[in-house]
């Protein structure tokens, strides 16, 4: 037996209160007896026995009667047999988990893991009666309670007729603990949980002590019951990313975009269409001939930008057994004209010869840089002490080459254009002074630079080659087109001097330099020493790439290296678009906004209708929007409903928000494997192919006394109400006759005395 309200059995103390009245009722005045009054005490002696007993069973009853309403108050059930026998059966509430992540949408035949998990959900639910106490809760990432109150079962058939599984991560521990706050609101003494799911091995196979410990609490305060809707068949693709990988986002130009699909399966999959969709309007498709299972291929398509504006790209498989991750979004800012303004600090008679120079002819290779108003690309190269009466806000991207030093008042307007959506280059070359630039560009918590300079380094050019190329971060947009060269040809990228770096907090290693003897390193492995080469930092809507080797042929023959051009075209591609990350369902979307612009309030529009108005918030002085959980993958569009539409490019920002494809290894753990990994409870994992309705049955425990034990209580009361009419009634009538009888000994008593006086 257990109580739900223990803390009302301090009730039971009450039964002393009748007790004590009894007790001191017995404390009265002593009488004193004179012998005329003997016969009369005599002939009483039967009837106060008598009497003695009332009272005794009067306070019995009153007792009684305190101690079963406190135990009615503290709710007390029975479990086990108890509840059998007390014909507690079909009076449960239960909590009922139904896992609403990605895994579940696996559809290998004709029905989904999700339609068997709704058809074992719909058998619970015939095991409940209507109006029992029930919780419905979709788990996943963020998870949802669908229903909680009394069960109407047509209430909740029309809400599993219209649930489908959402494209999220199943976020075990937090959905265990909706499921606990769920069963605490239950008002019963017989509580089931139940958690349908398909066990996917991303999440059950090695799961931390906590939600371990966690799971376990929960199957004490309530009958647990676990069943799997998993199958053996997990074969699977996805498409990871769709990323730009080369070209010009210019409008006349051409980009190319990689679709990176992969295979989770045990299976090796052959031709594997991807189509790829530009705003709804098929622009290309590709077919990998064979993927091996655990293996990625790249999908390229060369996407033709013929005119300016946000463009929406998306990628698509044909054909494959979970449609979540069948699809990949991104989006593509593609501009009229990008103006590079590239800010030399010594430019002199031959300019082509110093950082600004190399930078240019990397930008544009053929021509002056002044060109024409219809060129899609305009580079201005301007001496170092004509930045202070440059106009910043006509330029997409600045480059800073080996200036000597930056004023203060260009610092803070170099920093509000990047704030605002700029990209900016430092160069740190040899006209650098460190000190100067550490004070100047990297000091404080508003730093412009993402990276504090060092000590110089340098080799002797004639007794050693200089210190290779490597990507520390392959992934990276700048990183991928220098990754598909050969090996052999970016290790020939050498560096002769430079600085070294100490990232700042927020900033990433995208370049390092290897080891001067490491010829043979491959060129997509990460440094193992601490060289940063090219470090970049986001601040506000836009981005800060230091490189921290000057861009001259006393630095280092890369910038005469094929990689040299491939890597400034990028630069320029990846400095002009949006400063978003890789977004994903569930996690927040963050758009920055221009400070200079008041915006009060801003409107999301996302797939399947998602709105949301919000106010934005200022986080380290810079005003952000943010959507909370993207519900759906897909494009995102803000707009600003009230304030300065200046606040973003032309009055609105598109974002494309993907599916975390961690999940995508839909693998599920049998009955066997599941019990191993979780001991705890394996005795309440149901297993495949045993009736689940005769399950809950063999299972179902506890049935509440409270009823029984307030009407018991109450007729208690009612019986010692009318016995202590009754008694009070005989006892009136005794008291009247030992009345008489008192009167007449002492009428009896008073002739004998006037007799005896008379004599």
Known sequence: MSFLNPLMLLGVLAVSAPIAIHLLSRFRPKPMD?????????????????????????????????????????????????????????????????????????????????????????????????????????????????????YDPQQIETILEDLEPRPQRLNLARSLEVLGEQLERLESGSKELYIVSDMQAEHFAETPAAVREQLAALDEQAVLLMMSVGDERHENLAIDALHF??????????????????????????????????DGTPVGSATLDQIEPGDTASASFVVPMDEAGTHRLAARLEGDELDADNAAYAVAEVRDRVQVLIVSGRRGEHWSRDAGGFVARALQ???EMAVGEGASLAVRLVDWMDLAVQNLADFDAIVLADLPDVAEPQVRSLSRFVEAGGGLVIIAGEQTDATLFNARLASGDEALAPARLGDRREMDVETESGWPLRLARPDHPLARPLAGLPSDLLAEARVHRHWQAEPVEGAQVVFALGAADDEDADASGETSTAAPLLIERELGRGRVLLLASGAERRWGEWVIHPAWPILWQQMVAHLTQPTVGDARVSQPLVVSLDPAATVEQVRFTGPREQQAVLSPQVRNDQPQAELERPEWPGFYELHVERGDPAALPLGGVVRAVNVDTRDSNVR??????????????????????????E??????????LWWPLLLLGLIVLVVEAVLARRFTGRMAADEQVTSRRRLHVARWFGRRMTTRQAA
Not at 245 to 269: C, D, F, I, K
């Open 34 to 150: 004179f012998g005329a009054m003997e016969l009369l005490r005599r002939a009483m002696v039967t009837r106060s026995r008598q009497v003695k007993l009332e009272d005794l069973l009067l306070l019995l009853l009153r007792c009684l009667a305190i101690a079963l309403l406190a135990l009615a108050m503290a709710r007390p059930t029975l479990t086990g047999a108890g509840a059998s026998l007390a014909g507690g059966a079909g009076q449960a509430a239960a909590v009922i988990g139904l896992d609403g992540s990605m895994s579940m949408g696996h559809t290998p035949g004709l029905n989904s893991r999700f339609d068997r998990g709704v058809d074992r959900v719909r058998t619970i639910l015939e095991t409940l009666e209507p109006g029992a106490p029930l919780s419905l809760v979709l788990m996943g990432d963020v998870p949802q309670v669908l229903h909680e109150g009394r």
């Open 245 to 278: 990988a080369s070209g010009s986002l210019r409008a006349g130009g051409s980009a190319r975009y990689a679709a990176q699909v992969r295979n989770t399966g045990s299976e090796a999959r052959y031709d594997v269409t991807v189509r790829l969709h530009r």
């Open 365 to 367: 290779p053929r021509g």
């Open 668 to 693: 599920v753990l049998d009955h066997a494997a599941l019990t191993m990994a979780w001991p705890e409870v394996a005795g309440a994992i149901v297993e495949p192919g045993r009736d689940l309705a």
């Open 695 to 704: 399950a809950i049955r063999q299972a179902r425990v506890g049935v509440e």
